[in-house]
Structures are given as structure tokens and as C-alpha cells.
């Protein structure tokens, strides 16, 4: 059974830095492509970052490419993403998923036990 743990989120003023993690149980991980979403109240869940199996492919959404840096640790299952200097608009709550698409145009989903349930961060102005 795969179990997926996403930690970090939190409070954090403008211009600030978060970590998030996510840790992932019950995959082979160093074969899965891993990746980080994010969700509003009422919006429709959004790409943020995706990084293959093995780390060759690398994407990101246009409103983080800069400052959102996507990484992983195979040896401890887990996968991060580094969000540096946060806008208000970035509060949501982020999601990390195994096996996503790669590319930010995919309207795929993985399966819903794939998802973590998601940390919350806010960003204030």
C-alpha cells in the first residue's frame, strides 16, 4: 500500500522561503517520477513542479520557474521542493503525487492513492 506524506508547509511573509517534503512508502521510489501540486478553495488542482525517476526531466509551471526548485533524496524516499522568495498568490495547499505527468500541458491525474493530502501554505503580504 502506498503511503504518501507531504510536511513544511506553514505561514510565512512575503518574499520568504518554505521546504516541503514528501515521503513516500510502499513504491519502488528511485523509479517513480515524483511531483508537486497546488490547490485553491473552489480551483482546479494546478502543476507546480515534476522531476523524473531519474532526475533528467525537469519541469515547472511558469507562475514558480525561478524560485521553486523541485529535488529528491532515493536514499530516504523523498522528494522536496524549495519555494523561494513567496508571493501571496502562492498560498494554497500543496500536494505532492507519485507518477505524475511531466509536463504542465498534461490534463492526466494519477489515481487518487497516489496523492498525499496535501500541506497548506500562506503567504502573507
Known amino acids: 500500500q502506498v503511503q504518501v506524506a507531504e510536511s513544511g508547509g506553514g505561514l510565512v511573509q512575503a518574499g520568504g522561503s518554505l521546504r516541503l517534503s514528501c515521503e513516500v512508502s510502499?513504491?519502488?521510489?528511485?523509479?517513480?517520477?515524483m511531483g508537486w501540486y497546488r490547490q485553491a478553495p473552489g480551483k482546479k488542482r494546478e502543476f507546480v513542479a515534476a522531476?523524473?525517476?531519474?532526475?533528467?526531466?525537469?519541469n515547472y509551471h511558469g507562475n514558480v520557474k525561478g524560485r521553486f526548485t523541485i529535488s529528491r533524496d532515493n536514499a530516504k524516499n523523498t522528494v522536496y521542493v524549495q519555494m523561494n522568495n513567496l508571493k501571496p498568490k502562492d498560498k494554497d495547499t500543496y500536494f505532492c503525487?507519485?507518477?505524475?505527468?511531466?509536463?504542465?500541458?498534461?490534463?492526466?491525474?494519477?489515481?487518487?492513492?497516489?496523492w498525499g493530502q496535501g500541506t497548506p501554505v500562506t503567504v502573507s503580504s
Open positions: 503525487v507519485v507518477d505524475p505527468p511531466l509536463t504542465p500541458a498534461s490534463t492526466s491525474r494519477p489515481r487518487a492513492e497516489l
Open positions: 510502499g513504491r519502488t521510489f528511485n523509479r517513480d517520477d
Open positions: 522531476m523524473s525517476w531519474s532526475g533528467s526531466i525537469i
